[in-house]
C-alpha cells in the first residue's frame, strides 16, 4: 500500500473521494471506478497545500521503496533458478567450505596411508564431483607441498601444548631400515600421565638418520630432537631402546637414562635357552620345511584344503616363521600340532620334504606347552597397558613357574632348566635397577609383595627416599587407617597345570605383608605404611584409576606414581610406528621423501589426540 494514505482515508460518503487528514478537504481519486483510481491527485494535493506533510511523505515512500527492494533480491536469492545457478558456481579456492574439503582429504590421506596421486585418480574425481559439484579438487603437488605442512604444523602445536608443564616424560626409540629404497629412520615417541590419571602417548619424530649409526650419532640426533620439542633432559625420565650396543652408548652419551626392551631380552632368553637345544632346532627345521612345502604349492594347499574339510575341520593355512621373532616359531609349530590329522592323511598319500617322528610330534607338543606362558607373557608385555611395573612381577611369575615340575617335562626338562638360567642370566639387571623396584611397589596391584625378605626392605627404603625428595615440607595429608597383617597363606593344591596367571596369585597369597614400621614420624611415612598395608588391587584392574580415586590420600605416592609408572617396559611404540613406515614407504612410493613420510607417520599417529579433544 502506498504510504499516501498515511496522510488520507478514504470518505464514507463518497468512495471516489479522499478525505485530508490535516485540513478535511475531500479530494478525488482520479476516476469513477475502482480500477481508474490512483494517488495522483492525493500527492499533488500535499504538495500544493501541505509542504511539510509532503515531505514526510517522501521519506516514508522512500524508506517502502527500498524496502520492497530487499523482499524482491532475496525472494529471488531463493528461487530455484537462482539455485540452480549457485549450484554449478565453483567455490574461490580460499572459501571456508573449499579449504574445509580440502582439509578433510588430506586427514584421509594420512590416516589411511593413501598415496597423493589419488586425488588424480579417475575414480576418485568421479566420487568428490557427485558428492560436490561446487569443488574444485587441487594437484597432487598441493596436497604434498601446501596442505600436508599446514596439517603438521597444525597437529605439531597441538602436541606442544600437551606437553607444555609436562615433569616427567618416558620416551622409545628405535632405528629402521627400508627394504625398498635405501633409507633409515629414528624414532621418538614418548608418553606420560596427564593431571587426570590419563595415560598420553604421541611420535614426535621417526626422522631421517643417514650415516653411520654408531653411537655419537645417535647421541647427536638425540640432542637435536630433545631441542626441537624444547624438552630437558631433567624431563627425561626414561628411554626404552633394543639391546643393541650403539643405543646403549647413545643415550649413555646423551646424558638420559635408557633401559633395554624387555621383548628384545625375552626373546634372547628363550633363543638361547630352548631354540638352540639341537633336538628342538631340528624338530623347527622339519617345521620350516612342511610349511614350506605349502607356501611354494598352490597343488599341494588345495590338497590340504580338501583333506581338512573331508575331517570335518576348519581350513586353515599353516603359518611361516620369522627367524627374529621367536613367538612367530611358537606359532608355526602351533599351527602344525593343529593339523596333525591333516597332515598325517597327506603324508600317507603325497610326498612331504620332512615329516615329524612320533617322538618329534611329542617333543613338539611338550614344547609348545613349555613356551606357552612366554607367549602369553609378550603379549602382555606389548600391550599399551603395560609399564615398567610388569617387569619384576612378571620375572618372578616366570622363574617360579619354571622351577614346577610338570607332566609335560618329558624331552624337555633339559631345555626348561637352560631356559630358567637364561631368564636369571638376562633379567638379573632388573633385580638391581631402582626404576622397576620404585615402578613396581607404586603399582597398587603389586606393592612390595613380589620382592624377597632381602630387597623387600630395601625396596621400601628406596620408595621413602624418593617420595621424601619430590615431596615439599608443606604438604599435610591425612593419616589413613591401618590394617593388621594378614595370616600367611600356603597353597596346597596339586603343582601340575600351572599357569603363569596361577604364580601371580601364588605369590601374593603366600607373601607376608610388611609389619608395621616402629618410630613412624613423618607424614610420607605414613602414607608409605597405610599404602603398603592393604592389600593388592586385582590384575585386571587399572592402576592408574586407583591413584586418581585415593590421591586425596596419598597425594605424595600418587606424584611418584605419576613419574615411575609413566614408563613403557618394551620399545613396542617404535616398533609399531615403523610398522606404518612400511605402509607408506612401500614398492609403489620408494622414491617419497624422508621429510614428507615422517610428516605422514606424525599426522596419522597423533591426529587422532587432536580429534578426540575437537
Known amino acids: 500500500m502506498s504510504a499516501v494514505w498515511s496522510f488520507f482515508t478514504v470518505s464514507i460518503e463518497d468512495t471516489r473521494k479522499a478525505v485530508c487528514n490535516t485540513c478535511k478537504v475531500e479530494v478525488m481519486r482520479g476516476g469513477c471506478r475502482v480500477k481508474s483510481f490512483n494517488t495522483t491527485n492525493l500527492i499533488c494535493h500535499l504538495k500544493n497545500r501541505h509542504p511539510e506533510v509532503h515531505k514526510q511523505w517522501q521519506e516514508a515512500n522512500a524508506a517502502n521503496v527500498s524496502q520492497k527492494a530487499k523482499t524482491t533480491a532475496a525472494a529471488a536469492v531463493g528461487s530455484p533458478i537462482q539455485q540452480v545457478l549457485d549450484q554449478t558456481k565453483k567455490f574461490a579456492k580460499d572459501s571456508a567450505k573449499a579449504r574445509s574439503i580440502t582439509n578433510k582429504v588430506m586427514e584421509m590421506i594420512a590416516l589411511d596411508d593413501q598415496p597423493f596421486s589419488i586425488v588424480e585418480d579417475r575414480g576418485f574425481r568421479r566420487l568428490m564431483e557427485h558428492i560436490e559439484p561446487r569443488y574444485s579438487l587441487p594437484s597432487r603437488r598441493y596436497f604434498s607441498d601446501v596442505s600436508l605442512p599446514a596439517l603438521h604444523e597444525v597437529v605439531a602445536t597441538h602436541i606442544h601444548k600437551l606437553l607444555d608443564n609436562v615433569t616427567d616424560i618416558s620416551f622409545t626409540t628405535d632405528i629402521w631400515s627400508s627394504d625398498v629404497s635405501q633409507m633409515s629412520m629414528l624414532s621418538l615417541t614418548a608418553q606420560w600421565i596427564d593431571e587426570n ?145 591333516a597332515l598325517g592323511v597327506y603324508g600317507a598319500d603325497h610326498e612331504l620334504p620332512a615329516c615329524f617322528s612320533a617322538y618329534q610330534w611329542g617333543l613338539v607338543e611338550n614344547m609348545t606347552t613349555l613356551l606357552t606362558p612366554f607367549e602369553q607373557l609378550t603379549r602382555e608385555i606389548s600391550s599399551h597397558l603395560a609399564t615398567a611395573a610388569d617387569v619384576i612381577p612378571s620375572v618372578v611369575a616366570l622363574k617360579r613357574l619354571l622351577s614346577k615340575t610338570a607332566d609335560t617335562d618329558s624331552g624337555v626338562c633339559t631345555a626348561k632348566s637352560t631356559l630358567l638360567e637364561a631368564v636369571n642370566e638376562r633379567f638379573g639387571s632388573a633385580f638391581s635397577e631402582p626404576l622397576y623396584y620404585l615402578a613396581t611397589i607404586l603399582d597398587p596391584r603389586y606393592k612390595d609383595r613380589y620382592f624377597d625378605t632381602v630387597t623387600k626392605q630395601a625396596a621400601v627404603n628406596m620408595l621413602q627416599k ?102 613403557p617396559c618394551t620399545s613396542v611404540d617404535s616398533e609399531r610406528l615403523f610398522s606404518a613406515a612400511s605402509h607408506i614407504i612401500d614398492e609403489k612410493r620408494n622414491r617419497i621423501q624422508c621429510e614428507k613420510a615422517e610428516m605422514l607417520l606424525f599426522v596419522k599417529k597423533n591426529l587422532p589426540l587432536l580429534m578426540k579433544e575437537a
Not at 238 to 258: F, Y
Open 197 to 341: 590419571f590419563e595415560m598420553k602417548r604421541a611420535v614426535l619424530h621417526a626422522q631421517e638418520f643417514a650415516g653411520s649409526h654408531t653411537g655419537a650419532a645417535i647421541a647427536s640426533a638425540f640432542d637435536s630432537m630433545f631441542a626441537q620439542w624444547k624438552i630437558k633432559k631433567d624431563n627425561v625420565h626414561v628411554v626404552l631402546r633394543d639391546n643393541a650396543r650403539n643405543m646403549q652408548k647413545a643415550m649413555d652419551e646423551c646424558g638420559v637414562k635408557s633401559l633395554g626392551c624387555m621383548a628384545h631380552t625375552l626373546q634372547l632368553a628363550v633363543h638361547n635357552g630352548v631354540l638352540s637345544q639341537r633336538s628342538i632346532s631340528d624338530c623347527v627345521a622339519i617345521g620350516r620345511k612342511i610349511v614350506g612345502h605349502f607356501r611354494h604349492s598352490q597343488l599341494a594347499t588345495s590338497r590340504l584344503r580338501i583333506i581338512q574339510q573331508e575331517l570335518g575341520m576348519k581350513p586353515k593355512m599353516l603359518q611361516q616363521d620369522v627367524t627374529t621373532r621367536w613367538n612367530s616359531t611358537f606359532y608355526m609349530m602351533k599351527s602344525l600340532l593343529d593339523q596333525k590329522r
Open 466 to 567: 624418593q617420595v621424601d625428595k619430590m615431596t615439599h615440607s608443606d604438604r599435610t595429608t591425612e593419616t589413613p587407617d591401618t590394617e593388621e597383617p594378614q595370616e600367611k597363606k600356603i597353597r596346597t593344591s596339586d603343582e601340575g597345570g600351572k599357569s603363569l596367571l596361577d604364580m601371580y596369585d601364588e605369590i601374593l597369597e603366600e607373601n607376608l605383608i610388611m609389619e608395621q614400621h616402629a618410630g613412624l614420624t613423618s607424614r610420607t611415612s605414613v602414607q608409605v605404611h597405610g599404602y603398603l598395608s592393604e592389600a593388592p588391587i586385582p590384575r585386571n584392574e587399572s592402576p592408574l584409576k586407583y591413584w586418581k580415586s585415593n590421591l586425596s590420600r596419598f597425594p605424595a605416592l600418587a606424584k611418584a606414581a605419576c613419574k615411575y609408572l609413566s614408563a
